[in-house]
Nanobody, 123 residues
Framework: VQLQASGGGLVQAGGSLRLSCAAS????????MGWFRQAPGKDREFVAL????????YYADSVKGRFTISRDSAKSTLYLQMDSLQPEDTAVYYC?????????????????WGQGTLVTVSS
């Protein structure tokens, strides 16, 4: 499966963005999917994940209540709706897929990655 992330950009604090991650190849609906982010000089960190069937989601505490992860299997696309953005949300955002059946929140638990899209939040 190949992933192509898009939707990043520059937004003011308090604003919103929606990221998309288009998947090509087979069996998108067989994989759990996640979003990670990496700020300059920092490690890549978990943001959110969604189960293979979309029934379950999990969020990092730092984004809970502000971000919403979703997927459209018919379009083979993963989304991340980001509201109430803050400067500390500035990072490159990556989508990723996993065969892991549990709550995959570690980088090494993911099998394939998109190229990343930059989100910059100004104060």
């Amino acid at each position: 499966v190949q992933l192509q992330a898009s939707g990043g950009g520059l937004v003011q604090a308090g604003g919103s963005l929606r990221l998309s991650c288009a998947a090509s190849g087979r069996s998108f609906s067989s994989y759990g999917m996640g979003w990670f982010r990496q700020a300059p000089g920092k490690d890549r960190e978990f943001v959110a994940l969604i189960s293979w069937n979309g029934a379950s989601t999990y969020y990092a505490d730092s984004v809970k209540g502000r971000f919403t992860i979703s997927r459209d299997s018919a379009k083979s696309t993963l989304y991340l709706q980001m509201d109430s953005l803050q400067p500390e949300d500035t990072a490159v955002y990556y989508c990723a897929g996993t065969k892991f059946t549990g709550w995959a929140r570690k980088v090494y638990e993911y099998d394939f990655w998109g190229q990343g899209t930059l989100v910059t939040v100004s104060s």
